[in-house]
Nanobody, 131 residues
Framework: QVQLVESGGGSVQAGGSLRLSCTAS????????MGWFRQAPGKEREGVAA????????YYADSVKGRFTISQDNAVNTLYLQMNSLKPEDTAVYYC????????????????????????WGQGTQVTVSS
C-alpha cells in the first residue's frame, strides 16, 4: 500500500523560506515520478516541480524556477521541496504525489491533469506567505 506523508508547511513572510518533506512507503521508490503540486482556494491543482526518482532529473514550473528546488534522498525514500524567496501567490495547500514512471515522462506528467487520477497523493500541507 503506497503511503505519502508530507511535513514542513507553515506560515512565513514574503521573501522567507520553507522546506517540505514527503516520506514514501509501500512501493519501489526508485522507479517513480515524484512531484509537488499545490492548490490555492478557488483554483485547480497545479504541478510545481517533479523529479524522476531513478536518476534525479528535476523539472520546474516557470512560476517557481530559480526559487524552488526539488530533491530526494533515496536512502530514506524522502522527497524534498526547498522553497526560497516565497511570494504571497505561493500560498496554497502543497501535495506530494507519485506515479509509476513506466511509459511516461516525468517532465510532462506533473503538468498533465489527465494523469492526475492515477497519482498517489499525500494528505497535503498548508503553506501561507504573508506580504
Amino acid at each position: 500500500q503506497v503511503q505519502l506523508v508530507e511535513s514542513g508547511g507553515g506560515s512565513v513572510q514574503a521573501g522567507g523560506s520553507l522546506r517540505l518533506s514527503c516520506t514514501a512507503s509501500g512501493y519501489t521508490y526508485s522507479s517513480y515520478c515524484m512531484g509537488w503540486f499545490r492548490q490555492a482556494p478557488g483554483k485547480e491543482r497545479e504541478g510545481v516541480a517533479a523529479i524522476y526518482s531513478g536518476n534525479g532529473t528535476p523539472y520546474y514550473a516557470d512560476s517557481v524556477k530559480g526559487r524552488f528546488t526539488i530533491s530526494q534522498d533515496n536512502a530514506v525514500n524522502t522527497l524534498y521541496l526547498q522553497m526560497n524567496s516565497l511570494k504571497p501567490e505561493d500560498t496554497a495547500v502543497y501535495y506530494c504525489a507519485a506515479h509509476t514512471a513506466k511509459d511516461i515522462w516525468c517532465g510532462g506528467w506533473y503538468v498533465t491533469r489527465q494523469l492526475y487520477d492515477d497519482n498517489y497523493w499525500g494528505q497535503g500541507t498548508q503553506v501561507t506567505v504573508s506580504s
